[in-house]
């Protein structure tokens, strides 16, 4: 069995300091006015309280699906490395770019700024980027791009697509159990349209026609359970709310979640903050089907 710990949007906030404000001075107004109003929904301390359960709980791998940061800053981006050391060693821990990370355009030697050990086991590169580990294969995917003040919307495009293609083809023919992960969702109405995958019907194609066994996301907020098609049936799409949110701002309070995968079943365990104690702790569980990939239970 693999266990694996799944956590999204912690939303570090902006480092304090001269330097820091100067920097965030050149990113867009919109965005710091939305933030100063979003802050009191991401609390540092709950945050710190979730790292702290994830490392309780002692996971084979730790899967975080996106927005570290708020406006992609250089220091934002020092501080998303500090805190991603915490949960574990690079080769632990794999980090989906959010379209926070991508707020504004950059080149290519400071995109993502220093995340690269945290994308896959080849480090630097082109996405998608894999992790083999015994039976499972983590296949990481960017749908990060800049976009147009009041829009949060996110692309693979078509090369990253057909990488995708062949890898997860690869990987089937290896016996894999192949979880994919990107931070906007690949299935509708779990965000609106100004927040959507733009090519999600490309992603949902590959899908159908190479399979995959698990998919996961972030960027909703909200703990979101779908399917998309394969050859083998129905793939579960698992979405995870905030690891920092605070409860009564509109979204659920933090919560991750631990995903035992083996051949014969997935079980996913809810862990989160408890509103009326302010502890962290199970939520629920619930089973998926067993997958079809062939490798004896």
Not at 134 to 153: D, K, M, Q, R, Y
Request: with cysteine.
């Amino acid at each position: 069995m693999f266990r694996l710990a799944h956590l999204s949007d912690p939303h570090l906030p902006p480092p304090a300091g001269p330097g820091a404000r100067g920097e965030l001075a050149a990113k867009r107004a919109l965005s710091r006015l939305a933030w100063r109003r979003k802050r009191r929904g991401h609390d540092p301390a709950v945050l710190a309280a979730i790292t702290a359960d994830v490392a309780a709980q002692a996971c084979d791998h730790v899967a975080v699906t996106g927005d570290l940061t708020n406006f992609s800053t250089l220091a934002e981006f020092a501080g998303a490395r500090a805190w991603l050391e915490t949960l574990g060693p690079a080769s632990g821990v794999t980090v989906s770019p959010g379209n926070h990370d991508a707020l504004v355009a950059q080149d290519e030697g400071r995109r993502f700024a220093g995340l690269a050990p945290w994308f896959g086991d080849a480090g630097d590169g082109d996405f998608p980027h894999v992790r083999r580990r015994g039976e499972v294969a983590l296949v990481n995917l960017c749908s990060a791009i800049p976009t147009p003040p009041l829009f949060a919307t996110g692309r693979l495009g078509a090369q990253q697509i057909e990488r995708l293609a062949d890898l997860l083809s690869e990987l089937g023919r290896e016996k894999r159990l192949r979880v994919v992960l990107l931070h906007h969702p690949p299935v509708d109405g779990v965000v609106s349209r100004r927040k959507a995958l733009i090519d999600a019907a490309g992603l949902r194609e590959v899908l159908a026609r190479c399979g995959a066994e698990l998919v996961l996301h972030g960027h909703g907020h909200e703990a979101a359970f779908g399917k998309t098609a394969s050859p083998a049936g129905p793939i579960p799409v698992l979405g995870v709310p905030s690891a920092s949110a605070t409860p009564g701002h509109g979204h659920p309070a933090a919560r991750w979640h631990a995903i035992e995968i083996s051949a014969a079943q997935v079980e996913v365990i809810a862990r989160g903050l408890d509103t009326a104690t302010g502890v962290i702790g199970e939520i629920g569980r619930y089973r998926l089907p067993a997958f079809r990939t062939g490798i004896a239970a």
